[in-house]
């Protein structure tokens, strides 16, 4: 039986993922701030921006897991949108807290664990190469996430690391970039908001249906690559985004 562990499975993405692969027959643990009542979960509620609490957490939820088939780090937050000038530093500390100095946290917890971890992956974002307007913190954490994939994968020797861009996904992120946000300062958000209640924008099952999808591809990638899903599912969709077509 394939075993997984997912971060901020309470909402969002790593909801869907839970969900996705206990439907599927793994054993799923999870971990987030508010916790998640998925029957069959093995979750803990964690604050993985706190240091002290996450060892012990980690301990405690994964005592009984001989190994994983699959570590998803998907916990994070957006941010605001705005221009980076009108942004305060204490405001982008904040988002790289939760977006990549947890992670490393988790990484290192992984690293001194010592049982067998077959996959990785990190999510992260289109944001972390696109360079919008307005993606501040957002996007130059996802940047600096893809370099820490990068880099522990010369540490973790036997295990594929990857950083997935997932493509959009409605979630309650989407209220905001969708409904508050100001697409007129912002022109990336109007492609957003065309997506969404189309097939271009899947809800967090959808999406985490994807990612499953996908997992054999991301290690045909060297470890530590950098992969939008598009790139793999979508390559026209991909190439339009990414190639100097509308953003």
Known sequence: MKTAFVTGTSSGLGRGLAEYLLGLGWVVYGCSRRGCDLP????????????????????????????????????GVLGDIRDLVDTPVDDLKRVMETNVWSNKLVMDWLHGWGRPL?????ISSGAAVLGNRGWGGYALSKATLNMLAKLYAN?????????????????AMMDYLCEQADADRFPALGRLRQARATGQMPDPLGAAARIVSVLPDLREWPSGSFVDVREILEPEEYARIFNGGPR
């Not at 803990?44 to 570590?71: C, K, W, Y």
């Open 118 to 122: 077959a996959q990785i992956v990190m």
């Open 40 to 75: 069959g979960i093995h979750d803990r509620m964690i604050d993985l921006t706190d240091q002290q609490a996450v060892p012990d957490g980690l301990n405690d939820l994964l005592a009984g897991a001989e190994g994983l088939d699959l570590v998803v780090l998907n916990a």
């Open 155 to 171: 540490e973790f020797e036997r295990t594929h690391v990857s950083a997935l861009a997932p493509g959009i996904i409605d979630t």
